[in-house]
């Protein structure tokens, strides 16, 4: 009997010891909380009735397109677990480069890495500002997975992904919401990715502040109900800011296609989707970027934004990428830059001009 209380108290312990070393290695944010900033205190505000140029882009952790990554395979067979660091090098001069020419008021960027053993531990928001920050004094940010040891064994090392949105203009606050998690034993779902709203405040003198919202939806959900979830926590969002008067536009990589484009697509690349988009939710109530008639049309390959590192696929074949946009903001033109981005990331640009609306009545 004494053998076995020994026992039963050496499992505890043991237990207690890995369960306690699970938590020390991971991540654990809040639902709701405060988000980085970075903001000159002489930035300039935006103006109501101004016009406003936005981009949103997942570059990829800077890694371009030559390599076919474990995870881009359904069944994880990618041989390549990580990009090489000129690789990296010369995809962060493509990436300034297309940002200088397209002059983009906000950036919304998805997938840049931040302690990452795979890019080298680069904080890759940092490298960024160095060479943007005279355009962009301005930016927010927010982590999405982050954990100094995975065991996972294509990563078995550190991780650090993460939000960040860039702007010319003043950003006031930010906020961190988090999305609603695939379902997973207790321990693996710490070491899970933990996919978030990033929104920004940006003041408007003579109108109530813009909302600018930063996200990256789930990508390997198949067989639950998490990306519902996801886009109709999304949804109650927007649905609350437009109740409240306020203008916002949201863009990111949401990982669901556009009404038409599911039959496109080989029945491999397929198995990624439901047949009917959970982003229907979100089309259905407010104006998108790409439009349904655009992205199920004659020319919707100008409107592709994902081109998969499968080597099945051999340019880009679907739409992945988005900007939602308030009805209160006007929309000028819209477009994703296709013809020199194709080698930079595994996602295209996608970027649209809007006026904001004009300024308020003085009571």
Known sequence: MRALRFLSVTLVSIAAILAALVYALTWHP??????????????????AGQTLKVMSWNIQYLAGKEYVFWYDLLDESGPDERPSSAAIA????DVV?????EQPDIVLLQELHDGAKATDYQDQLALL?????????????????????????????????????LSRYEISSAERRQLPLI?????????????????????????????????????????????????????????????????????????????????????????????HSELASLWNRYPMIPSIRDGRGEHRQQWYTHYPNDPAVQGPDRTLDYLFYSPRLYLQGAYVRQHDTLSV???????????????LPQP
């Open 97 to 101: 480069a297309i940002i200088r020419d």
């Open 183 to 275: 379902p997973a034993d207790p321990v693996t779902q710490q070491f899970n990715l933990k996919r978030a709203l990033l929104l920004s405040e940006m003041p408007v003198k003579g109108d109530k502040p813009l909302i600018a919202i930063n996200t990256h939806l789930d990508a390997f959900a198949q067989g639950y109900d998490t990306m519902q979830k996801q886009v109709a926590m999304t949804r109650s969002l927007l649905d609350s800011l437009t109740q409240n008067g306020q203008s916002w536009v949201i863009g990111g990589d949401f990982n669901l296609l556009p009404p038409g484009q599911y039959d496109d697509l080989p029945e491999a690349q397929r198995a990624y989707f439901q047949p």
């Open 129 to 165: 500002q160095t060479q943007l920050g005279n355009l962009y004094p301005c930016s927010s940010q927010a982590f999405y997975w982050k954990a100094a040891w995975v065991p996972h064994p294509r990563i078995f090392g550190s991780v650090g992904m993460k939000l960040a949105t």
């Open 30 to 47: 809040k639902p709701r909380e405060a988000a980085a900033v970075s903001c000159p205190a002489d930035t300039p505000r935006l103006q």
């Open 345 to 359: 990331s595994d996602h295209l640009p996608v970027l649209a001009l809007f006026a904001l609306p004009p300024a």
């Open 90 to 93: 010369r995809t962060l001069e």
